[in-house]
């Protein structure tokens, strides 16, 4: 089992960045990518952006390149996700969720954490 553990959230302004940590205990040597997801309200839950554990893949979903920026500090067990020029539409939920190698599932996932983005 890999226990997630969110957070950095909170209310901004349009412009403003934020700083996600996700804590990562239990068997994290299973772990081959961490992602971070969101889920806005009456929205389904989408893909944002995964590192691999390795930390030499990340991939964004389009909307947050050049905004967002996923990282992983290995020593810490944590992923980080740096979220720059927020805009009012990234408001939502946000969950870590960790992959076990050789699945394309996330079966780990955080609790979430709340980002709000004022205009």
């Known amino acids: 089992q890999v226990q997630l553990v969110e957070s950095g959230g909170g209310l901004v302004q349009a412009g403003d960045s934020l700083r996600l940590s996700c804590a990562a205990s239990?068997?994290?040597?299973?772990?081959?990518?961490m992602a971070w997801f969101r889920q806005a309200p009456g929205k389904e839950r989408e893909f944002v952006a995964a590192?691999?554990?390795?930390?030499?893949?990340?991939y964004y979903t389009d909307s947050v390149k050049g905004r967002f920026t996923i990282s992983r500090d290995n020593a810490k067990n944590t992923v980080y996700l740096q979220m720059n020029s927020l805009k009012p539409e990234d408001t939502a939920v946000y969950y870590c969720?960790?992959?076990?190698?050789?699945?394309?599932?996330?079966?780990?996932w955080g609790q979430g954490t709340q980002v709000t983005v004022s205009s």
């Open positions: 969720a960790a992959r076990p190698v050789a699945t394309r599932q996330y079966p780990y």
């Open positions: 239990g068997r994290t040597f299973s772990i081959s990518r």
């Open positions: 590192v691999s554990w390795s930390g030499e893949n990340t």
